[in-house]
């Protein structure tokens, strides 16, 4: 009898939500698609052209979160993109990720520092960002829509 091949995990994903705002401190609502920019990020959000370029957010997470406020929904924590799948804040600084059709992104940051405390802290004494956000920067761009791919590269 031959053993069936053994499959090696793939790292890949979905983009759940793509979201944007236009202010500042502000959740972000979700969009049909958005261009990912080189050099910028998503186009149309306040975030856009800064250094930590687009903030991703696992949909794992937030739904932890959903235990103490049960209406948590994507763009809720100001991320741009909600995804499922991967456990991004495992990813290494440097990896970069496939989105979409021609989009790729590099992972620059894990967490940030919460200056100011957020609405979602204030209601529920913690939030996730600090812990399981990823920012990452453009390297070539492309339009990302919700139902695309995200898969590790490197």
Do not use: W
């Amino acid at each position: 009898m031959v053993e069936p091949a053994t499959r090696r995990p793939t790292l890949e994903g979905v983009v759940e939500a793509v979201c944007l705002s236009r202010g500042k401190h502000t959740p972000k609502k979700p969009v049909a698609e958005a261009e990912l920019k080189t050099g910028y990020g998503l186009v149309g959000d306040a975030h856009g052209g800064s250094a930590r370029e687009v903030s991703l957010l696992a949909l794992e997470a937030i739904e932890e979160g959903r235990s103490k406020l049960p209406d948590l929904k994507p763009g809720d924590f100001a991320e741009n993109l909600t995804t499922s799948g991967l456990k991004l804040e495992d990813l290494p600084l440097g990896a970069r990720l496939s989105v979409g059709p021609d989009a790729v992104l590099e992972i620059i940051q894990i967490g940030k520092k919460c200056h100011s405390k957020c609405e979602i802290f204030k209601k529920m004494g913690d939030c996730v960002m600090p812990k399981k956000g990823i920012f990452a920067r453009v390297i070539n761009g492309g339009v990302v829509r919700k139902g695309d791919r995200v898969a590790v590269l490197s």
